[in-house]
């Protein structure tokens, strides 16, 4: 399926095939050194002051199902369904203190994006999808996983190969087959102030 996007200006295909499906191919397993190489394309993001400062608890249905199991079941209600095709699931957390000082990093949200982003490149060149999102429940990966500290929870990713239309809930199929759209360049871009 093609999902590439309609962009006003020519950008690096990479960035044009990008994009977040509910549809996960169910028999479809993600090869250990692919995994690896998405995380070490996280590793290598920029961070301020190179703090590093995400952290991923990664499960993978085929390998480690125990683990699998527990990112599942910190999901929101709503992502359960469609995210139970995904064979690798991972939580995103962010450490608030620099390691350097002790002071709040207040970049992390901020450089855990930027990691999950670069991620997701990595997955796109090697022919996966991933779909991040917010909807997890924090205190229960902080119950379920032991995290203590400063360490936070933040969102998870779904990671796998695309799907088709009958591996999800067709209400999860229509948010797939929708027409990416996105706000024009004149919405985004400010000059000059408000």
């Known amino acids: 399926m093609n999902r590439a996007a309609n962009t006003d200006i020519d ?8 994009h977040s ?8 397993d993600v090869a250990e050194n692919d ?14 002051y190179n703090a590093q400062p995400w952290r991923y608890i990664v499960g993978v249905k085929a390998r480690d ?11 929101v209600e709503g992502n359960q369904p469609w995210a139970a095709n995904a064979p690798v699931l991972a939580l995103g ?18 450089d855990l994006g930027a990691a ?19 909807g997890i429940e924090p205190d229960k990966a902080r119950e379920v996983f ?11 990713l779904a990671i796998g190969y695309q799907g088709t239309p009958g591996d999800v809930d067709a209400k999860y199929a229509e ?18 102030g408000f």
């Open 11 to 18: 950008i690096h295909p990479l960035l044009q095939q990008r």
């Open 21 to 28: 499906p509910y549809a996960f191919d169910p028999g479809r």
């Open 35 to 48: 995994v690896r190489a998405l995380f070490e394309a996280a590793r290598w993001t920029m961070s301020s």
């Open 65 to 75: 199902r125990e683990t699998w199991d527990k990112i599942h079941g910190t999901l």
């Open 93 to 110: 957390l962010t450490e608030h203190q620099f390691e350097h000082n002790g002071k709040p990093n207040s970049a992390a949200h901020h």
């Open 116 to 134: 999950s982003a670069m991620l997701t490149l990595e997955a796109t060149a090697r022919g996966l999808v991933v779909h991040q999102m917010i």
């Open 146 to 156: 032991g995290i203590t500290g400063s360490l936070e929870p933040v969102t998870a």
């Open 175 to 192: 948010r797939d087959n929708k027409p990416r759209e996105r706000k024009s360049l004149e919405e985004l871009l400010i000059s000059g």
